[in-house]
T-cell receptor, first 113, second 116 residues
Framework: EPEVTQTPSHQVTQMGQEVILRCVPI?????FYWYRQILGQKVEFLVS????????KSEIFDDQFSVERPDGSNFTLKIRSTKLEDSAMYFC???????????FGPGTRLTVL | AQSVSQHNHHVILSEAASLELGCNYS??????LFWYVQYPGQHLQLLLK??????LVKGIKGFEAEFIKSKFSFNLRKPSVQWSDTAEYFC??????????????FGTGTRLKVLA
C-alpha cells in the first residue's frame, strides 16, 4: 500500500536556525498538508497546498513558515528562524480528493534548543 | 470557530471491556467525520470515516462509530478491547467541498490504555 514518508524522523536545532522538513506524498494525490502537534496538545492544521499554491493557512503559519513542492514529488516545510515554541511533531498528509481520506506520514519530531 | 471535543483524555480499561470514546463537533453544516488511531511510535492510521448514508459505520479492528447529527456527535465504540488497542485515538472533522481545502480539525485525542 502506498504511504506518505517524512524525513528526518527527528531534527534537533538551535533557536534561530532554519530547518526544512521533507515529505514525499502519495504519487497520485492532489492535496498536501502540514499539521503539527505540540507535546500533550491536539493536532493543529498549519497549511494546505493544491495546484502548486497555498490554498489555506492557519494563524500559526506566519512569515517564518513556507512550503514548496519543488520537483513534483517532495513537499517541504521550511521554518526560517526557529523558536522554542516551534518544538513539536510535524505531520505531512496527502489526499487524492473525493470520498477519500487524508493519509498521514509518520511525523518529524522537531526539537528547538 | 469550528472545534472538535473529545471529553475523555485518558481511559484505562481491562481486556474484554467495552469502549466508548466521545467526540462532539461544533460546525452546523455538512461535515465528514473520521477516527484515527496512533499506536506508540507510529503514524496516524484511519480507523473509520463517515461521509453520508448509514450513520453507523464500521471500521477496521472491530471498531464502529455512530453519527448522531442532532447531537453533533460521532462516538467511537468497540464491544471488547484488546491489549493491542492501547493507543491514542483522534476524532477529526472536515467540511468537505465547502471548505475547499478539506483540512481536518482534530480533537485533543484520547489515550487508551488496555490492561492485560
Amino acid at each position: 500500500e502506498p504511504e506518505v514518508t517524512q524525513t528526518p524522523s527527528h531534527q534537533v536545532t538551535q533557536m534561530g536556525q532554519e530547518v526544512i522538513l521533507r515529505c514525499v506524498p502519495i504519487s497520485n494525490h492532489l492535496y498536501f498538508y502540514w499539521y503539527r502537534q505540540i507535546l500533550g496538545q491536539k493536532v493543529e492544521f498549519l497549511v494546505s497546498f493544491y495546484n502548486n499554491e497555498i490554498s489555506e493557512k492557519s494563524e500559526i503559519f506566519d512569515d517564518q513558515f513556507s512550503v514548496e513542492r519543488p520537483d513534483g514529488s517532495n513537499f517541504t516545510l521550511k521554518i526560517r528562524s526557529t523558536k522554542l515554541e516551534d518544538s513539536a511533531m510535524y505531520f505531512c498528509a496527502s489526499y487524492k480528493g473525493g470520498a477519500d481520506t487524508q493519509y498521514f506520514g509518520p511525523g518529524t519530531r522537531l526539537t528547538v534548543l | 470557530a469550528q472545534s472538535v471535543s473529545q471529553h475523555n483524555h485518558h481511559v484505562i480499561l481491562s481486556e474484554a471491556a467495552s469502549l466508548e470514546l466521545g467526540c462532539n463537533y461544533s460546525y452546523g453544516g455538512t461535515v465528514n467525520l473520521f477516527w484515527y488511531v496512533q499506536y506508540p511510535g507510529q503514524h496516524l492510521q484511519l480507523l473509520l470515516k463517515y461521509f453520508s448514508g448509514d450513520p453507523l459505520v464500521k471500521g477496521i479492528k472491530g471498531f464502529e462509530a455512530e453519527f448522531i447529527k442532532s447531537k453533533f456527535s460521532f462516538n467511537l465504540r468497540k464491544p471488547s478491547v484488546q491489549w493491542s488497542d492501547t493507543a491514542e485515538y483522534f476524532c477529526a472533522v472536515n467540511r468537505g467541498a465547502t471548505s475547499g481545502t478539506y483540512k481536518y480539525i482534530f480533537g485533543t485525542g484520547t489515550r487508551l490504555k488496555v490492561l492485560a
